[in-house]
């Protein structure tokens, strides 16, 4: 398995921007591809989104397309998820995963971060 770790979470107000980071080690990084998903208090762990592990192929959530950019740096094993225009709504434990194929659904990763709480105020 391949050891995930978050950072980059914290309190924004309604329209600013963070950037999360997701530190991996263990394996061969740029063998897998990358994902974020997200959990708010009370509802299930939904996708966000998702990059190939050579970067040829992502996909991004409608909820958060257009506000919302993925990539990732193999050299530094590190994926970043950039977000912007940030609603009350995005608030919620974020999360990267890793797997051998890529996916938009909780199944398809076998690694999981911890998470890093992004708070959106109004």
């Known amino acids: 398995q391949v050891q995930l770790v978050e950072s980059g979470g914290g309190v924004v107000q309604a329209g600013g921007s963070l950037r999360l980071s997701c530190a991996a080690s263990?394996?061969?990084?740029?063998?897998?591809?990358m994902g974020w998903f997200r959990q708010a208090p009370g509802k299930e762990r939904e996708f966000v989104a998702a990059?190939?592990?050579?970067?040829?192929?992502?996909y991004t959530a409608g909820s958060v397309k257009g506000r919302f950019t993925v990539s990732r740096d193999n050299a530094k094993n590190i994926v970043y998820l950039q977000m912007s225009s940030l609603k009350p709504e995005d608030t919620a434990v974020y999360y990267c995963?890793?797997?051998?194929?890529?996916?938009?659904?909780?199944?398809?990763?076998?690694?999981w971060g911890q998470g890093t709480q992004v708070t959106v105020s109004s």
């Open positions: 263990g394996r061969t990084f740029s063998n897998y591809a």
């Open positions: 990059i190939s592990s050579n970067s040829g192929a992502t």
């Open positions: 995963a890793a797997s051998r194929r890529m996916g938009t659904t909780p199944d398809v990763f076998g690694s």
